[in-house]
């Protein structure tokens, strides 16, 4: 079969689809341009399929390449007869490639090799083919010779190796035990320290877990085979008879198959594994990207801290800085109502609406400042979010946020991003390389080849089915816009700045070495709000506009945005050799909806008053949070009490859910439900079926005046009383608030 044959029959397409995407993709063509604009010409392959294509293609080549090496290797030995060719082109993958190659490949000089040097084949060949031969006529010298000849052959016969390689993975499983002396080193690991399951039943997560427990040094790993009787299965395929060949065959499954399986399946688990986690990565990354944006309102962003305090910033509705601060409402310097004051001041200067507070240190005494922010000022009108701080700290350090954000210190950057993230979480995270973004499983254990071409294919589909605004996008953001290298986009930007807004698509054709073929893929995803065509804010390609001028034609009308003249037509009469059905209904949705943002509205979640550490919480809450990771076993949701809880897949629905991500995805807004807090270990066990136990208390009317052990009024985080009111911390503040009109 050939390579398209292959991929056509594993996506269950036509190999003519294949071979049409696969000369657009040599051609230069990305995945989004294909998927959005060339549908006649691959027969509506959607963007998940030419992914998975284009992942196969690269393997395929691959092997064929390596089939290639292997076949100009055994000619020049003048080992490649007819029928080894014929097994070599059928093999199907690289596994199966290398286990033919195996005896023809080059090594050392082994025993066996020697042996034939010293002319024992023949002795060898003799044993094997008489089982009564009497072995007691040769020297021990001759026998071992004739042994490790044999040792080799067996444990390097492709067609048996592949058998019982499949049968151990059947038959098999793994068995974990908890090194000597390392029980509270690696208490994490607790769950394996007595562990046994089949290969064919390990989940990703515990297989990444098992594998890092033995990189730790914390568990002992064994791959068992099982009860099968794999010295008799080889013993059979070479119809050994005897004790002394018996007694080869053994000595062959101790110490050469077992071993080289036991590798073969260690591979073959992390492999396994790592598809998973690099699928469940790129889901999550996807859902955090294309997260409902706040949209353009003016917004303040809060980096929690303690000792070094609160790192404040501003931002307009366009996103450039206006104010930044820094505030210390926390241990060790107490300045609460002084810091509240200082938030009043800003917000009610710049019109801020919205409250960002990062998820880190210090997070939930920062929103408790945010909630009285807002109770005390009720005339600011705003709304305070915690959003995600992941990647923050690297985007702050990072020659991007320098050269970005030249005149802030690398704290105060980290506030910009918080808050920034919430106003369009796309624009924000394409700064970060996405392994820092924080919502994969074991994701520092994974090829970084493997997962950054994932994770990059994810930013970059996201980026083009949302649609970029040239005239405000940033570098990065540019530079995952489909046939936008950074080059290019390093060039759009400075033209932008040396002459000023795009006003039009064919514009940026002026951009210096941005070509003919760059601008086909890129020109469909670039916006140009309020420019000269008002085609140019929509998803609508250039190429197509003249399908666009006889639709307006036919209407007799203004169709942008006219869904009443739009229905009144059908595509398939504007359809032609260039243009099809698929690529006319497109444009029809774009006129209707020009512009549209595929992102959900945006919505938050309210923290419970009074639940902000472990230990405030008790089996049967009832909460809201969000959540912000999800893995094969379950979801993990912020509940505001620094440790996020675990919701596993059994405890999601009635039904049986095989993947969590069918109920719930990153950014999502839940409530749970309260079933286990472990604070030892930091754990907390949640359920969103919130009516499995109707006798255990809610969180939905949280009690007041709670109180610490020994009866005394609970304390804020510094120690020290909170007044339900507090007043302006000195004279030149009360004075700032009443001029800002804050205060009496």
Not at 193 to 204: C, G, R, Y
Not at 658 to 669: A, F, L
């Amino acid at each position: 079969m050939t390579v398209l044959q292959r991929i056509a029959n594993e996506l269950g397409v036509r190999e003519r689809q294949v071979q049409a995407a696969v000369e657009l993709l040599d051609g230069g063509a990305t995945v989004p341009f294909i998927a959005r604009y060339r549908k006649e010409a691959t027969e509506e392959l959607d963007d998940a399929q030419l992914r998975t294509l284009e992942e196969r293609l690269r393997y395929l080549r691959e092997l064929e390449e390596r089939r290639g090496v292997i076949l100009e290797s055994i000619r020049s030995q003048g080992k490649l007869d007819e029928a080894l060719e014929a097994q070599i082109m059928e093999a199907d993958s690289k596994a199966r490639l290398e286990d033919i190659y195996l005896p023809y490949k080059p090594k050392r000089r082994t025993k066996a090799q020697i042996a034939r040097e010293a002319g024992l084949e023949p002795l060898a060949d003799a044993i094997l083919a008489d089982p009564g031969y009497d072995v007691t006529a040769h020297t021990a010298e001759e026998l071992d010779g004739a042994r490790a000849i044999l040792i080799e052959r067996f444990s390097e016969d492709a067609d048996l190796i592949g058998a019982l390689r499949e049968l151990m993975w059947n038959r098999g499983h793994v068995t974990s035990k908890v090194r000597e002396g390392k029980e509270t080193e690696g208490a994490k690991f607790s769950d394996y320290f007595d562990f046994a399951e089949p290969f064919t039943k390990l989940p990703s997560h515990r297989i990444l877990a098992l594998f890092r427990g033995e990189k730790e040094e914390i568990l002992d790993l064994v791959l068992e085979p099982g009860e099968e009787n794999y010295e008799e299965r080889i013993a059979v395929h070479f119809g050994c008879g005897g004790s002394w060949l018996l007694d080869t065959v053994r000595l062959t499954w101790k110490t050469r198959v077992l071993f080289r399986i036991g590798a073969d399946l260690r591979g073959r688990l992390f492999a396994t594994a790592e598809d998973e986690a690099v699928r469940v990565f790129a889901a999550n990354l996807r859902d955090l990207l294309l997260a409902a944006p706040a949209g353009t309102r003016p917004t303040l962003g809060l980096d929690p801290g303690f000792r070094t305090g609160v790192k404040v910033a501003v931002v307009d509705a366009t996103g450039k800085v206006v104010a930044t601060e820094t505030i210390y409402p926390h241990v060790p310097a107490h300045k609460w109502d002084e810091s509240l004051a200082v938030l009043a001041v800003l917000c009610q200067k710049h019109k801020v609406e919205l409250v960002a507070i990062g998820n880190g240190t210090a997070s939930r005494e920062t929103d408790k400042l945010a909630g009285d922010l807002i109770k005390k000022y009720p005339m600011l009108s705003l709304t305070k979010i915690v959003v995600s701080e992941a990647g923050a700290s690297v985007y702050s350090a990072s020659a991007y946020a320098s050269a970005e954000l030249p005149d802030l210190n690398v704290s105060l950057r980290g506030a910009v991003s918080i808050a920034r993230r919430l106003q369009d979480p796309l624009a924000e995270l394409v700064k970060i390389d996405p392994k820092s973004i924080g919502v994969g499983q074991y994701q520092h254990d994974l090829a970084e080849s493997k997962l950054s071409r994932s994770l990059d294919a994810v930013v970059e589909d996201c980026v083009n089915a949302v649609g970029v605004d040239v005239n405000t996008a940033s570098v990065p953001l540019l530079t995952r816009v489909s046939g936008i290298g950074e080059s290019l986009a390093m060039n759009i930007v400075a033209h932008r700045d040396a002459n000023g807004p795009f006003r039009t698509r064919t514009a940026i054709k002026e951009v210096p070495r941005l070509g003919p073929k760059a601008f086909e893929q890129c020109a469909g995803f670039l916006r140009i709000p309020d420019g000269d065509n008002p085609l140019d804010a929509s998803g609508v390609h250039p190429e197509a506009y003249p399908v666009v001028r006889r639709i307006m034609q036919a209407a007799g009308t203004e169709v942008i945005g006219n869904s009443t003249a739009l229905r009144k037509l059908k595509p398939a009469d504007f359809a032609d050799d260039t243009f099809g059905i698929p690529t006319v209904t497109d444009i029809f949705k774009e006129l209707e909806k020009p512009g549209r943002d595929p992102r959900p509205a945006f919505q938050t979640a309210t923290f419970a008053d009074g639940v902000e550490e472990l230990k405030d919480l008790v089996p049967g809450l009832i909460l809201e949070g969000v959540v912000t990771n999800v893995a094969a076993f379950g979801a993990f949701v912020d509940i505001g009490v620094h440790q996020d809880g675990l919701v596993h897949v059994s405890a999601m629905s009635r039904t049986f859910i095989k993947d969590p991500r069918e109920v719930v995805k990153p950014g999502d807004v839940v409530r749970v439900k309260v079933l286990e807090v472990d604070i030892p270990r930091k754990r907390i066990s949640l359920t969103l079926r919130l009516e499995d136990d109707h006798t255990t208390a809610s969180a939905d009317k949280p009690t007041s005046g709670k109180r610490e052990p020994g009866g005394r009024p609970q304390q804020n985080r510094g120690g020290q009383r909170r007044e339900s009111t507090p007043a302006p911390a000195n004279s030149a503040m009360a004075d700032a608030l009443r001029r800002a009109g804050l205060s009496k």
